[in-house]
């Protein structure tokens, strides 16, 4: 079945810690984005991906990477969990065509640095 | 600079009761706009997309070039719409990428 997966769900961590979330998704999408959200705010942007070897940093500033060595994969990295990357990071996915197109969500991982 | 606002952080109405979720944009060219929704332990999803002109769960939107707005109604409210709303923008230069709104609380009472 089509779908984005995004592990772990939760993480809590302490600081300095190196740390990766993964995301996959089964959707034929070549379009993955990493969206950050602290609650009750906008989704900020923080890495997109048009395909394999393409990344590009969003809007939001972000100390993390990512990665696109294959076409269903995007894993997101921080090299060194602070506490103010403490915060809910979605995966999202969508196909390309014309225009903007609807982006798949996963359900998310909520980060927790101590 | 582009934004979508959302000024309502919370919104409550009582069933059956008319909805209106307001969304204003800042955007010179010709917007892309949508509205997402995220039920309660559900994912983030689409809801509608102006361009597609449709009803989706008796919502429709329409967009307000003039007034640079987007507003989400249904007229009569049921309780399986209480939820997260975002209304998106998606200004064809800018790579095709969505800037969010920081969304409405929809909670429908009994």
């Known amino acids: 079945e089509a779908d984005i997966y995004q592990t772990p769900r939760y993480l809590v961590i302490g600081t300095g810690k190196k740390i990766t979330l993964e995301c996959s998704q089964t959707?034929?999408?070549?379009?993955m984005y990493w969206y950050q959200q602290d609650p009750g705010m906008e989704l900020h942007l923080i890495h997109y991906?048009?395909?394999?070897?393409?990344?590009e940093k969003g809007d939001l500033s972000s100390e993390s990477t990512v990665s696109r060595i294959r076409t269903e994969h995007f894993p997101l990295t921080l090299e060194s969990a602070r506490p103010s990357h403490t915060s809910q990071y979605l995966c999202?996915?969508?196909?390309?065509?014309?225009?903007?197109?609807?982006?798949?969500f996963g359900p998310g991982t909520r980060l927790t640095v101590l | 600079a582009q934004r979508v606002t959302q000024p309502e952080k919370l919104l409550s109405v009582f069933k059956g009761a008319p909805v209106e979720l307001k969304c204003n944009y800042s955007?010179?060219?010709?917007?892309?706009l949508f509205w997402y929704v995220q039920y309660s332990r559900q994912r983030l999803q689409l809801l509608l997309r102006?361009?597609?002109?449709?009803s989706i769960k008796g919502f429709t939107a329409d967009l307000n070039k003039g007034e640079t707005s987007f507003h989400l109604k249904k007229p009569f409210a049921q309780e399986e719409d209480s939820a997260m709303y975002y209304c998106?923008?998606?200004?064809?230069?800018?790579?095709?990428?969505?800037?969010w709104g920081a969304g409405t609380k929809l909670i429908i009472k009994p």
């Open positions: 999202a996915s969508s196909d390309i065509g014309q225009g903007v197109d609807e982006q798949f």
């Open positions: 998106a923008l998606g200004p064809l230069d800018s790579n095709y990428q969505l800037i």
């Open positions: 991906s048009y395909g394999v070897n393409s990344t």
């Open positions: 959707m034929g999408h070549d379009k």
């Open positions: 102006h361009i597609s002109r449709e």
């Open positions: 955007y010179s060219g010709s917007p892309e």
